[in-house]
């Protein structure tokens, strides 16, 4: 039994860190013409990494102005989507990760690549 505590203070001490520091990973895949997937669903103050894909045979983005504005971010992550623009481009074959914490709303996505939205490049992000 004199391990117990010893087994209590090292959980008690371990979990909390692993949990405010890991971030969670998605994966969104960008084709011609879709989000997979075209709805996402994120955690209001978890902060995530989103691993973008374009596996389409041009060039995609991910266009979300209003959701990467209200989320927190560093530097370096904000200047992968464009900084206001909120956007995350990417050529035929490339990825790209963004981590950020993301705000409570519901987003419009959508490609702004001339006519993809019309083809079905749209998405939408609840974050609660
Ligand atoms: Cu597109």
Do not use: Q, W
Request: proline share 5%; aromatic share 8%.
């Amino acid at each position: 039994m004199r391990f117990l505590p010893v087994i209590a203070a090292a959980i008690a001490l371990s979990v909390p860190v692993t949990a405010a520091e890991l971030p969670a990973k998605v994966t969104v895949t960008m084709a011609n013409f879709s989000y997979t997937p075209a709805d996402l669903h994120l955690h209001a103050g978890h902060p995530v990494t989103i691993h973008f894909v374009n596996n389409g045979s041009g060039g995609h983005d991910f266009t979300a102005e209003e959701f990467f504005a209200a989320a927190t971010m560093d530097a370096a992550d904000r200047a992968r989507v464009g900084g206001a623009k909120g956007r995350v481009s990417l050529g035929k074959g490339e990825a790209s990760d963004v981590t950020l914490t993301p705000t409570a709303g519901t987003f419009k996505v959508h490609c702004s690549h001339f006519m993809h939205s019309t083809m079905g490049m749209t998405g939408k992000i609840t974050v609660d």
